[in-house]
């Protein structure tokens, strides 16, 4: 049997060593970001994927055994345990295997299996099964006993055959052909319970709907479960029936007589009553377990993206939550992000509000030297950015900010502890401006959940989401290092090493005894001790520090190689620091150690080069086509810029700010086979896309990134190529950006089978 980690090395074809190492660090208590960046040398320079791929493995071998044990010691008790099976049960590599060798001997609750083992009937079961010519009316009669329950010769041997089917149902070796028979050969298969037609409009494409269970696709999955579980449909997932029989038959009839036709019986009660549902169930759980996985992963590759979209930076900035009726919220904020002012104007109420809003913007943007606008894209969103650009305001920038999520981030906890004398309003108005700001440290503070991207994101396992999401934010927290001074105790917790508590004492010292001077004081802060320390320091920066180091990726267990570096150039490491051409003197081959290799040498001379650089793209202002501010206001054809807000498998959402997403069909998103959307877009990237279907009373875009459309989308587009209407219809009610959200995830599939029936009559 393969050592764990053997199994894990050949799994995820790595060297042993690395899974090794990799598994030790791991044990004592490093982080993926940590053992990634600065343990190079020991794993062979494993990236953050494949080091979390092996702790995630580690973690199921190491529930494996704990289940392992527990069995065995079940056994023991009930003293069932014999070499053979303790030695079936330790070469188990699965836990429906384990589960498989266990089932026979695990205490369970009454059966009719059981129920006839009480009766005495459990000889003749066994004497049936073994299929041997015998007379069997003869010896059935013999068990008929009306003392225990036996009163005629066919309630023995129904007796004997429900002990029968039990055994094949449980017997491990079937099991397992079962199983894989299942899953090669099962059928999904939905149709609408009679009378909700009407209340499940969404699930329509599945009223009727067959596909086989392998090759379906995950948003398929949960939107089938989805419809189940709200009794819109009813689903099954089973193989065709006959030839599961015949599998058992196969294994099981061993003659043609009297005997093997009583197994014949219990065999097929045995597959219908026990085998097929517990297969059944199984699969389920594994196809639910597949499509978790698959909408996880897109939901934390789209989060990543999201979290990691280009900062403006530090700018003064004035920030709007848009409203009709109610109003647009206003807030200036300084370059840290703090506030500074905040009121209501009403641009959409009428003529004198209009004056008076126009008033109140330019009376605040020279009073905070504002360089910069940002918008919130909700409700009114279009038409308030229109009024601001209509005002002309010289040499600042004005960017619409998606805000999906400020709702949720403005009843938060951490928003009234940032803010807790404002209202709910000028809370999500911060939130909107800091996000243009520093996407980032923005959306830190909000439930990954509530960002606004993903597929299905409340149908999958929640505990796996949430852990596959801290993962993600975790990494882009790392990847692009937090300002030590600066940074908000909810940032911090993200930092290797240090979590929570540690982040707010290092807020509360930063109060108490003012900015960090460098690292190394890092270690006066309370319960901060020395493995935080190592886990955390080569991701905080410290502007300005004492030490020039401090401000890089640069590890403080490494500083004394760049000293001997600036030494060995005959310089200081400041001067090396700001001179390329220095750099470009050293041999890195000369500082290798036993300890630090060249992939640690390379990072420390990239770090060298560009001290604390920032990963994420620069920052490029973006703007939605004037006049184009409703869904009426599309025309066939037309090609506007737009923002990719959400990833799935069957596509990009695309904002083109008409207060709903369209949708670009993977067979849109290229003059090509597309397998994988992300290979072509990532969320919050500008895109030019054309429009090619409207529904404005389902309110459905269907769009195209191909740079050739169809010859019907062409002469529709000349039509639509007019001036597009300038004139909009209010909408009072504010837009709920989850039900949004959900809603494209409902709707993904029916637009995914109109785009591929359209490309099967192009």
Known sequence: MLTHHTLIATELKVAEQ?????????????????????????????????????????????????????????????????????????????????????????????????????????????????????????????????????????????????????????????????????????????????????????????????????????????????????????MDALPPADDAIALLENQFILGNNAASKQVQQALEDGYKRLLEPAMETELRVLTKQKADEEAIRVFAENARQLLLAAP????????????????????????????????????????????????????LCKKYDVEAIAIGNGTAGRETEAFVRGLNLPNITIVMVNESGASIYSASDVAREEFPTQDITVRGAVSIGRRLMDPLAELVKIDPKSIGVGQYQHDVDQNKLQASLDDTVISAVNAVGVELNTASKQILAYVSGLGPTLAQNIVDYRNTHGAFKNRESLKKVPRLGDKAYEQAAGFLRIRNAENVLDTSGVHPERYNVVDKMAKDLGTTVSVLMKDPELQKKIKPQQYITSEIGLPTLNDILKELA??????????????????????????????????????????????????????????????KFVANPNDIVKVHQKVEVTVMEVDAARKRISLSMKTENSPKAKEQGKKGAEKPKQDFKPNHQKQNFKPKQEQKNADGDLQEKLAKLKGMFK
């Not at 066939?636 to 498998?649: F, H």
């Not at 700010?657 to 290229?670: E, F, K, N």
């Open 610 to 671: 560009k001290p604390g650089r920032d990963p994420r793209e620069q920052f490029e202002a973006f703007s939605f086509t004037d006049g184009v501010n409703e869904i009426t206001d599309l025309r066939i054809g037309m090609k506007l810029p737009g923002i990719v807000t959400n990833i799935t498998n069957f596509g990009a959402f695309v904002d083109i700010g008409v207060h709903q997403d369209g949708l670009v069909h993977t067979s849109q998103l290229a003059n």
């Open 18 to 234: 690395q899974v090794t190492a990799t598994i030790n660090l791991l044990d004592e208590g490093a982080t993926v970001p940590f053992i990634s960046r600065y343990r190079k040398e020991a794993t062979g320079s494993l990236d953050e994927v494949q080091v979390a791929a092996i702790r995630d493995r580690m973690l199921q071998l190491r529930d494996l055994d704990k289940r392992r044990e527990a069995i065995l010691k079940s056994m023991t008790e009930l003293g069932k345990l014999t070499p053979e099976l303790e030695k079936l049960i330790n070469e188990a590599e699965t836990i429906s295997r384990l589960e498989d060798i266990y089932l026979p001997y695990k205490p369970k609750r009454k059966t009719r299996a059981s129920v006839a083992k009480e009766k005495g009937l459990e000889p003749l079961a066994l004497q049936i099964f073994d299929q041997q010519n015998f007379d069997l009316e003869a010896i059935a009669e013999g068990f008929i006993d009306s003392e225990k329950g036996v009163n005629s010769l066919d309630e023995a041997l129904a007796g004997a055959r429900d002990i029968i089917a039990e055994l094949i149902s449980e017997n491990a070796e079937a099991r397992t052909k079962m199983r894989k028979y299942f899953q090669e050969k099962s059928v999904f298969k939905t149709e609408v319970i009679k009378g909700k037609e009407e209340e499940g409009i969404k699930y329509k494409d599945y009223f009727e709907w067959t596909e086989p269970v392998k090759t379906a696709a995950s948003h398929r999955v949960l939107a089938m479960r989805r419809g189940e579980k709200e009794l819109i449909l009813r």
């Open 312 to 363: 403006m930076g530090q700018k003064n900035v004035l920030a709007i939550d848009p409203g009709f009726r109610t109003g647009c919220k206003v807030v200036c904020l300084d370059k840290q992000g703090q506030l500074l002012e905040n009121t209501a104007i009403y641009p959409h109420t009428g003529q004198g509000n209009v004056k008076n809003a126009e008033a109140t913007i330019q009376t």
